[in-house]
């Protein structure tokens, strides 16, 4: 039985992200010299509370899934502080991280490639008690019974590969095995892109079970509003590798202040054919991250974007009169008109 160190309390910071920054080199010629880099992901700050959900979206190659892999040392950071309940990573040595792993898993955005075609069902939820040396032989057999079995899956899966499955199955074996260690933290890369949407609910559904039973903090990542607004406690915005708006899943789709925010909300289809809806079609296409624009990153596709914009990049701040804060990085927002409905 995996075991993990106390949880902290609700609504505590569980994970502190400050100026991550994550850059990819660009090579070229006969000798491969670095020729630049490709910011994915350039100052990003975030705090995570310990139980909640905290949605991150944007278009696709925004850099939303840098920063998830980027956090779980998927990837190197290029810059920046990630600190986990209290410990900075940074000064974590190679068997402190090694056990840390057992508190911060990863669910991937396609259940056909994140799992080993070579390997049954049952090898692949044993390898996490394997890797960790959890159990006897005898309990891991019947750790990975109970998993298939919080996932909605018959112990008889063990024996089977993964092809053998749905797309949907697939995912369960997935989640399964990001709950096999007990997590305190998963990071939800995207994990209902690739499937139907017949399937989609069911595992949005068996996610927000498991959170509610195991006391899961969740980052959720995803191209989807409306699939993050039914997930998240509350919501960053991502453009071209930064934060442009950050603030709680009810005041995002009520009151969003940043022009992009307002594209994607209006992007969200409505189940109703007598409603007409307002949609804010953005011009050109998103800038090569290689060479992002001077100034705000969103003024090359911007209808309200003035010389100022172009000039100096704005700042991500506090534009909530109330207690709960709603970030925004706009020269001028709050005082955009009002968002359609």
Not at 245 to 250: L, N, R
Request: with cysteine; glycine share 8%.
């Amino acid at each position: 039985m995996a075991t993990t160190s106390q949880s902290p309390q609700r609504g505590t910071v569980l994970l502190k992200v400050e100026g991550l920054t994550k850059y990819f080199p660009v090579r070229g010629g006969i000798f491969g010299r670095r020729r630049g880099n490709v910011r994915a992901v350039d100052g990003v700050d975030l705090a995570v509370r310990s139980g909640e959900t905290l949605g991150l979206v944007g278009e696709s190659g925004c850099g939303k899934s840098t920063v998830g892999r980027t956090i779980l040392h998927l990837y190197r950071k290029t810059r920046g502080r990630i600190v986990f309940d209290g410990r900075d990573l940074d000064t974590l040595g190679r068997r402190e991280m090694r056990a840390l792993r057992r508190d911060m898993q990863i669910i991937f955005q396609d259940p056909y490639e994140s799992l080993n075609a070579r390997h049954t069902v049952g090898q692949i939820l044993e390898e996490p008690y394997c890797i960790h040396r959890i159990g006897a032989r005898s309990d891991r057999n019947a750790q990975v019974c109970a998993l298939l079995q919080r996932v909605g899956l018959p112990e008889s899966a063990a024996s089977r590969f993964p092809h053998e499955f749905s797309g949907g199955q697939r995912q369960r074996i997935g989640i399964a095995r990001a709950l096999a260690l007990d997590p305190r933290l998963i990071i939800c890369d995207e994990p209902v892109s690739a499937l139907d949407v017949s399937i989609q609910s069911q595992i949005l559904n068996l996610l927000l079970e498991q959170q509610q039973v195991n006391a899961l903090t969740y980052i959720f990542i995803s191209h989807d509003l409306a699939v993050v607004k039914h997930m998240s406690d509350r919501i960053a915005v991502m453009y071209l590798g930064k934060i442009v708006e950050f603030t709680d899943s009810e005041r995002l789709y009520r009151q969003a202040l940043h022009p992009y925010t307002h594209a994607l909300i209006s992007a969200i289809p409505v189940p109703d054919p007598t409603y007409k809806k307002q949609r804010i079609i953005l011009s050109g296409d998103v800038p090569s991250p290689q060479n992002p624009p001077s100034g705000c990153r969103f003024h090359t596709r911007c209808s309200y974007a003035q010389d100022r914009c172009r000039r100096e990049e704005p700042v991500l701040r506090n534009l909530s009169t109330g207690t709960d804060e709603h970030l925004a990085a706009c020269h001028f927002a709050g005082d955009l008109p009002e968002r359609a409905s």
